[in-house]
């Protein structure tokens, strides 16, 4: 799945990083804040959206 996150460097500009989910950090299925994901390029950061690949 493609998506744009916030690396947790980022989030006081909310500059955004694209790429695709390698795995799930979060145990819950909602967070406050976003759901936390690693990257295949291994970045760490929360869900702000989703790329709707067509």
Do not use: Y
């Amino acid at each position: 799945m493609e998506v744009r996150i916030v690396l947790k460097e980022d989030q006081r500009t909310g500059k955004l990083t694209e790429g695709e989910v390698q795995s799930l950090l979060t145990k819950s299925g909602q967070h406050p804040h976003g759901i936390k994901v690693r990257l295949t390029t291994g970045e760490v950061g929360r869900v702000k959206e989703i790329i709707e690949n067509e």
